[in-house]
């Protein structure tokens, strides 16, 4: 399995989680009257980021469904040898070749040693420069 194809499969179990755990996005009351669900006598919604709601008792379910798909993407991109895939990936995806600055990798992926991102970094710098 490639990186592409483990990223994919994570957005979809993410997506399904949401969709479970029915997860809505608003950003005026307008939308928030529009896209609720009914709750029953007493439950409430909770806000999430990016202008998420989440019915309360759903928060843990969702919060523990969030951690498996991250732990299975993990032992997904490991299993199948793409770390240096997935590190190539959010250095394009973060601009840091043309910035010049590969940080925002180290601190989105601290579970990768920051010497193995520095190394990729280095390694796709020149490919990645001719582009430019």
Request: hydrophobic residues 35%; contains cysteine.
């Amino acid at each position: 399995m490639k990186y592409q194809e483990i990223k994919a499969a994570a957005e979809a179990k993410t997506n399904q989680l949401i969709i479970d755990c029915k997860v809505f996005f608003a950003f005026s009351d307008k939308q928030f009257d529009e896209n609720k669900t009914p709750l029953h006598e007493g439950e409430k919604y909770v806000r999430m980021f990016g202008g998420g709601f989440i019915p309360k008792f759903q928060v843990e379910k969702f919060n523990q469904g969030m951690e498996d798909i991250s732990a299975w993407r993990k032992a997904e991109i490991k299993k199948y040898k793409q770390q240096d895939e997935q590190i190539k990936y959010e250095l394009y995806n973060h601009e840091c070749f043309y910035t010049g600055d590969p940080q925002p990798v180290v601190d989105l992926l601290p579970d990768v040693p920051k010497e193995r991102i520095l190394a990729v970094y280095r390694q796709e710098r020149p490919r990645a420069n001719a582009n430019l």
